[in-house]
């Protein structure tokens, strides 16, 4: 099930320090964990959910049940709920306006409008409410294992939930699958209803190579911020919540960020398409299939460290023949130290047809046999 590989020793790696209590640098590249510190732990997203709200809009364009010019009505619960009388960040829209898309996502993402997102979950939902189950199906989709979202705002709802990890993931997501959409979130201003309004994102004004994504507030859950920049063809993405000020949100996630780019760099671990291991089969003309990674297999390292590194090729096995070339099979994730650098999905390297029917009543026999042994093994252990 486990094929274990131990690729380096040594030293402790140089560590970083951040005083938000939950924060993840990913290298968007290899998908690389730089830094993780209460990654896995649940907060509330504030206007950090926007992101799932804009993910949706960017996939229903994408499958063109939307355009830019699409309509969208502000009602009154859009205007009363999520405008400037809502005590949050707002567009300025017009009750009863309709308002085309490519303006509302200028209002939702530049502006943070609440009344954008408001409008945005009811005219492609019905309702809010719809909206939010909408977002958490499609987080699970694309990836989201633990987050839950109730609405298109982030306003504080009780199992309104994310983890670091799951944002950056999504922040990966929107960059890779919408480039030319993602530009949006680089854009430093915008003018609605005669109001210009910045960009809220405190590290485009900075001379980082940032492009990007989306700042959060509520009093429960701190300041947040979910960024990417891009440095000579790198990129990383960074997520902090729980910071006390906008600007301690500012001053850590410039830190973070800059360290990721200073401090690291790159080793490859495997080659596209290079055996990892290999997984068991059971029934088949052979009793093996080697696991594969589509595309080199690298991580960023401190530099100058001698980290452990430890890579695990996983499976759920034995495999039941037959199996198609390019099936995915297995998950290769490597540690580095104490943080898990990187998990990604591993591939059948070659098809392996089913075997004859003597060689398929011989693995027969040995799983009964083994599976004996394991029942034996297990009571054994039971006893002592």
């Known amino acids: 099930m486990v094929v274990l590989s131990l690729l380096g020793g040594g030293a402790v790696s140089q560590s970083f320090q951040t005083a938000a209590p939950h924060a993840i640098l990913i290298d968007a590249d290899s998908g690389s964990v730089l830094f993780e510190k209460g990654a896995d732990e649940l907060f509330s997203p504030a206007s950090m959910a926007k992101l799932m709200t804009t993910e949706i ?33 707002s567009m300025f829209a017009q009750l009863n306006s309709r308002i085309k898309l490519s303006d509302l996502l200028r209002g939702l993402i530049v502006q943070s409008g609440n009344d954008a997102a408001i409008a945005i979950g009811e005219g492609i939902a019905g309702s809010e409410e719809n909206f939010g189950r909408m977002m ?44 030319d959409l993602y530009k949006i979130f680089a854009e430093r201003e915008f003018t609605w209803n005669k109001i210009k309004q910045q960009n809220r994102n405190p590290l485009l004004t900075l001379d980082i190579g940032a492009d990007g994504l989306k700042t959060g507030y509520l009093e429960e859950s701190g300041y947040g911020l979910t960024g990417s920049a891009v440095q000579n063809g790198q ?26 780019f200073r401090a690291f760099e790159p080793r490859q671990i495997f080659a596209a398409g290079e055996s ?32 452990r590194i430890t890579a695990k090729a996983i499976y759920q096995g034995p495999l039941v023949a037959p199996i198609e070339q390019g099936r995915e099979i297995g998950r290769l994730r490597i540690t580095r130290g104490d943080t898990q650098a990187l998990d990604q999905p591993l591939y059948a390297g070659e098809t392996v047809e089913a075997g004859s029917i003597p060689q398929r009543a011989l ?18 252990g039971a006893k002592s």
């Open 363 to 380: 693995d027969a026999t040995w799983e009964v046999g083994t599976g004996l042994f394991r029942k034996a093994f297990e009571k054994a």
């Open 235 to 260: 990129r990383l993405i960074m997520v902090v919540s729980g910071l006390k000020t906008a600007r301690d949100r500012a001053s850590e996630s410039r830190k973070l960020m800059e360290w990721g």
């Open 276 to 307: 990892v291991g290999e997984a068991s089969v059971y029934g088949g003309a052979k009793g093996g299939v080697p696991m594969v990674a589509r595309k080199p297999v690298r991580v960023l390292l401190p530099r100058g460290s001698g980290d």
């Open 57 to 89: 809009v960017f996939n229903e364009i994408r499958q063109g049940r939307l355009n830019m010019d699409s309509e969208f009505q502000i009602t009154e619960d859009a205007w009363r709920r999520g405008g400037a009388g809502g005590g949050g960040s």
């Open 136 to 179: 958490t199906a499609r987080a699970r989709e694309i990836g989201l294992t633990r987050s839950t979202f109730r609405n298109a705002t982030g306003y504080s709802a009780p199992d309104q939930k994310v983890t670091a990890r799951d944002l950056a993931k999504l922040a990966l997501h929107l960059i890779e699958t919408y480039p």
